[in-house]
């Protein structure tokens, strides 16, 4: 009883302790999921805004108006009037141009006009120096893109070797430039944005988040990280990810180098790319922890109250229980006397003392009543068995059998031969059950008597499933139904009666033996009256018929077997005996 009530307890305590603990971290892990997309997701369109402003400001100044020169000028057209023609005032309109979208931005980027035109080459830079020797022709990205039918491309990320800063990893916005006039291509205008401007965009991360924030390319190669010795390297190698990546999963737990980290994926809208942003799994129970201590506190002190609690009741109170339960136990097992004694002044003990007064009680009415249970069940199957058994003596028939014999009566003999089986079958008194097959025998005697009488105008259909004929039913069950479908269905009818007997089994445990025919059938009023006489509202006296056998099945296997029926006027009638299977 003890551990009972513990279990009671504690059961409780532990599933409530747990399911918030888990609750907790789930709702952690689900509030940093959240607000680290949401974070990255920022962090992706301010770099990709960033970076169509370049393509507008690389779009505008290869083909746009400077709104520094004058339109009465009729010089709209810097850049392009510089690549036709590379004198001094064409450079000074177009590096003024560009000096003034650099200052817009204001940001550390240069941008290189290349000179398709046989002219020079224009550099604007803000701060960092020029190598005016280096030329991109030779560089592979570069040839690619000529070679293609782009544009304007995003180069991501390369050395920006025009310049000569130390740190010159940069994403290069390349541009052709066509002559507005002719449609050659005159040039290639490049800007080049160091790396460093995705730090700036995202000062207002935390310091962690900025160091967590990575940007890899379809190939899983790392384009940015705020260590910048690890772009170019395989974001797997990384990580050090030991169980590998799931590039489509937005969210994943991840193992590497012995620390589990909740990584978080979002693709950019305009790029190849995708960004990461991973965090330390044991981060998100920082919030949990005070949470977690309350909880086990709040268990431990439940836990030390249940345990004073048990052993208090278990000495005090439930010690009584016990040994009465233990009583009735020993009654359900049919022990009514001489019961261990129960020691209790208080309520449990009158209750032990009035319990033992009913089970001295409880035995005698036992057994009384299993006495009368018992004679009457044997005085009802007898009566019932009495009103089938013939009076008419074996040794008559015998004399009838010889006699229609000797005056070649085949008829006759066929009659008494069918009879003397079926008065043999009713009177002997092996075993109230039979086979459902020997009960099939004798239907095939009563139909020969039956077709004499008739001259032959009844037919009888056999459907039956030989798997079951071993199971046992009462004796004379079947025959009563046939007679019945006989005497009230066929006999007055003009035509040929067909009686169908059918046998099969219905679910697992019960069998059915249908008797159909297609004669005059019941009226609403027949119908109910035998239904209610069925359902043992009505007279079981009188007739060896359908109440008598329902009732004699009843009795025997109980319910839910015994006779149903379905019968409409000029419909015929069919009646099913419903046994269990009992092989």
């Keep these: 009883m003890m551990v009972l009530f513990l279990l009671i307890i504690l059961v409780p305590i532990v599933t409530m302790f747990i399911n918030s603990y888990l609750s907790s971290q789930q709702l952690l892990e689900r509030k940093y999921t959240d607000l680290l997309t949401d974070i990255s997701k920022q962090s992706n369109i301010r770099v990709e805004e960033f970076l169509e402003d370049t393509r507008q400001i690389s779009l505008i100044s290869s083909y746009g108006i400077n709104s520094y020169v004058s339109a009465v000028s009729q010089e709209n057209y810097p850049i392009q009037n510089y690549l036709r023609e590379d004198s001094k005032r064409n450079e000074n309109q177009a590096t003024q141009l560009l000096m003034n979208y650099i200052r817009m931005k204001d940001l550390e980027y ?16 803000t701060d960092s120096p020029v190598d005016y020797t280096y ?11 000529l070679q293609s039918e782009d544009i304007t491309r995003d180069i991501a990320v390369v050395k920006d070797k025009q310049t000569k800063r130390a740190n010159n990893l940069s994403i290069l916005n390349v541009r052709k430039i066509y002559d507005m006039e002719n449609g050659d291509l005159i040039g290639v205008m490049t800007i080049s944005i160091p790396i460093d401007f995705i730090n700036k965009l995202n000062d207002r991360l935390q310091e962690d988040s900025r160091s967590a924030y990575t940007i890899v390319d379809s190939n899983g190669i790392v384009l940015f990280n705020n260590n910048y010795e690890q772009i170019g390297k395989r974001f ?13 999963t937005a969210r994943q737990v991840i193992s590497s180098e012995g620390r589990d980290y909740l990584l978080i994926s979002t693709p950019f809208e305009k790029h190849d790319w995708t960004a990461y942003l991973y965090m330390p799994v044991e981060e998100l129970a920082v919030e949990g922890y005070m949470f977690k201590r309350n909880l086990v506190v709040i268990a431990a002190l439940l836990l030390l109250f249940s345990i004073t609690s048990s052993f208090y009741l278990s000495n005090h109170i439930t010690k009584p229980i016990k040994r009465l339960m233990s009583n009735m136990l020993l009654v359900e097992k049919g022990k009514f006397e001489n019961l261990p004694e129960v020691k209790s002044n208080d309520e449990i003990g009158l209750l032990a003392n009035r319990f033992e007064q009913m089970s001295g009680e409880l035995k005698i009415l ?22 089938i058994n013939p009076h008419f003596l074996y040794n008559t028939l015998n004399s009838v059998k010889w006699i229609a014999s000797m005056q070649r009566s085949d008829k006759i003999v066929q009659m008494t031969e069918a009879l003397i089986s079926l008065l043999r079958y009713s009177t002997s008194n092996d075993s109230k059950l039979v086979p459902i097959r020997e009960e099939l025998e004798q239907i095939t005697h009563y139909i020969t008597i039956q077709k004499v009488r008739y001259f032959n105008k009844i037919d009888v259909v056999y459907d039956i499933d030989e798997s079951l004929l071993e199971h046992h039913i009462l004796k004379l069950s079947v025959q009563p139904i046939v007679e019945n479908a006989i005497f009230h269905g066929i006999a007055d009818m003009d035509g040929e009666g067909v009686i169908r007997i059918s046998v099969y089994g219905r679910e697992k445990d019960a069998i059915c ?12 009023e027949a119908a109910g009256r035998l239904q209610e006489q069925l359902s043992g509202n009505g007279s079981r006296s009188g007739g060896i018929g359908v109440r008598n056998v329902h009732y004699r ?13 379905l019968s409409n006027p000029r419909q015929g009638s069919t009646f099913v005996i419903t046994i269990p299977r009992n092989q």
């Design 513 to 524: 033996i249908e008797v159909s025919d297609n004669g005059e059938g019941m009226n609403e």
């Design 366 to 387: 036992v057994e009384r009543i299993y006495l009368e249970q018992q004679e009457k069940s044997e005085a009802e199957i007898k009566a019932l068995q009495a009103q």
């Design 553 to 565: 099945i009843k009795k025997v296997f109980g319910d839910p077997f015994g006779v149903s029926f």
């Design 110 to 125: 240069a941008i290189y006009v290349y000179n398709f035109n046989g002219g020079k080459n224009l550099y604007i830079s």
């Design 135 to 145: 030329h991109p022709g030779d560089e592979e990205w570069f040839a690619d893109f």
């Design 236 to 248: 797997a190698e990384v990580l050090s990810i030991e169980d590998g990546l799931s590039p489509e």
